[in-house]
């Protein structure tokens, strides 16, 4: 399976500015997704990250808020942007070369906005 | 919003018992399953995977799926304490592309 290495490992952050999370895949893989945890709370689909365009959003997350990126196939940004305490969260990149084999997860970032 | 639905527990069984997670989905076209381990502060694990109706079996661990009845089931035997952690079954979503959709998670807990 591939390993993915997440940045940074957690973060504390004032309301209003932005945080940008990166991802970086050892391999290349089919498919990069975003996902978020709240304390105590299963993993909520964010977006699916496109390589060379715009991701696909899932209901209740916008592109305005959670502006993503995806330039190659092993490589993908999160960005949290006009943050508010609601924000609060763990953050997990997770990639897959095709539903047939498994999916992985990096090691997440927790963010705290205060 | 396609279902995936667990008992959250916390399940606790002894030492060296059979562990018996369930987890029934919605999306009747769902053909891959998925059990995941996380630990407290840590990020899901892939422990199983499976496509077809009946049993699976790695090591001590075996997953079940009765895609009839819309059930998939982790069974752990001789459960250890490092067992103890919440599993995550998630399916992957024909409304999300290649997506996982995930269960809230059943706590287990191996008592000494």
């Known amino acids: 399976s591939a390993v993915i290495s997440q940045k940074p490992s957690r973060d504390i952050c004032q309301r209003g500015t932005s945080l940008t999370i990166q991802c970086q895949v050892d391999?290349?893989?089919?498919?990069m997704f975003w996902y978020r945890q709240q304390p105590g709370q299963s993993l909520t689909l964010i977006a699916t990250?496109?390589?060379?365009?715009?991701?696909?959003?899932e209901s209740g997350f916008v592109i305005d808020k959670f502006p993503i990126s995806r330039p190659n196939l092993t490589f993908s940004t999160l960005t949290v942007s006009n943050m508010s305490p609601e924000d609060s969260s763990i953050y997990l990149c997770?990639?897959?070369?095709?539903?047939?084999?498994?999916?992985?997860f990096g090691s997440g970032t927790r963010l705290t906005v205060v | 919003q396609k279902e995936v639905e667990q008992n959250s527990g916390p399940l606790s069984v002894p030492e060296g018992a059979i562990a018996s997670l369930n987890c029934t989905y919605s999306?009747?076209?769902?053909?891959?399953f998925f059990w995941y381990r996380q630990y407290s502060g840590k990020s899901p694990e892939l422990i199983m995977s499976?496509?077809?109706?009946g049993d699976k079996e790695d090591g001590r661990f075996t997953a079940q799926l009765n895609k009839a009845s819309q059930y998939v089931s982790l069974l752990i035997r001789d459960s250890q304490p490092s067992d103890s952690a919440t599993y995550l079954c998630?399916?992957?979503?024909?409304?999300?592309?290649?997506?996982?959709?995930f269960g809230k998670g059943t706590s287990l807990l191996v008592t000494p």
């Open positions: 990250a496109n390589q060379g365009s715009e991701a696909t959003y």
């Open positions: 998630a399916v992957k979503n024909s409304n999300s592309g290649y997506a996982l959709n």
């Open positions: 391999s290349q893989v089919t498919m």
């Open positions: 997770s990639s897959t070369r095709g539903s047939d084999y498994g999916y992985t």
């Open positions: 499976i496509y077809s109706n």
């Open positions: 999306d009747r076209v769902s053909q891959s």
